[in-house]
């Protein structure tokens, strides 16, 4: 079964100052999704990846799929305390369901 | 309208006790699902309906049963809980089922405390 690891596990940077999550794949990513959650709410879609190479921006937040299609990477530009929260990305099982990795938990120090 | 919404927010019941959760979206999508998430965990999956019908189980208890009586609603129907089964349940849309770069949205949960 497909398993996604993400990197770091916790994040805790300056406001201001910019920063990556990563998202690594067992298998070949067929759509790739980041969510983010604040602690014991819902999830918030934030983007999806379908294609090798792929980028996609939102306001201050810029993601991209590898061209291999195995690895995503979520950079923050400029970070805000509004950025705070836990960052998932997940996998469409052969268009099932959603898996995810098990987050990564960002501060933003003002 | 691309809410799915989620009641209720917050449910406290001893292990005897049957009570449901209700999910809702009027976004026309297909496929519905629950999730189940303990503290510090990711998301996992327990159910999908695509169509109205239940197209996944991952093996989930009976204690736990799912209900999907129209295309805007999902319910889930708790029964003889245990402890361990305490923690946010999430509901999530998508257009359909069976295709990929199927984005899902996500209700706001249901926090479940089994005492």
Redesign the interface.
């Known amino acids: 079964s497909q398993e996604l690891e993400q990197s770091p596990q916790s994040l805790i940077v300056q406001e201001g100052k910019n920063l990556t999550i990563n998202c690594t794949s067992s298998k070949t990513l067929y759509g790739l999704y980041w969510y983010k959650q604040k602690y014991g709410e819902g999830l918030i879609f934030l983007m999806m990846l379908q294609k090798g190479g792929e980028e996609k921006s939102h306001e201050k937040i810029t993601a991209k799929l590898d061209e291999k299609k195995q690895q995503s990477s979520l950079h923050i530009t400029a970070s805000q305390p509004s950025h705070a929260g836990i960052y998932l990305c997940g996998a469409d099982q052969a268009g099932t369901a959603l898996i995810f990795g098990k987050g990564t938990t960002l501060s933003v120090s003002s | 309208d691309t809410e ?1 919404t ?1 009641t209720p927010k917050h449910l406290v019941m001893g292990m005897t006790n049957k009570k449901s959760l209700k999910c809702e979206q009027h976004m026309g999508h297909r496929a519905m ?1 629950w999730y189940k998430q303990k503290a510090k ?3 996992e ?1 327990m159910f ?1 309906y695509s169509y109205e019908k239940l197209s ?1 189980n991952e093996s989930v208890p009976s204690r736990f049963s799912p209900e999907c009586p129209n295309s805007s609603l999902l319910n889930l129907h708790l029964h003889a809980l245990q402890p361990e089964d305490s923690a ?1 349940y ?1 509901c ?1 849309s998508s257009q359909t ?13 249901t ?1 479940l405390t089994v005492l």
């Open positions: 799915v989620q699902y965990k990711p998301p999956l999908v996944i946010l999430l999530a089922q069976g295709s990929s770069y199927n984005e899902q949205f996500f209700g706001p949960g926090r």
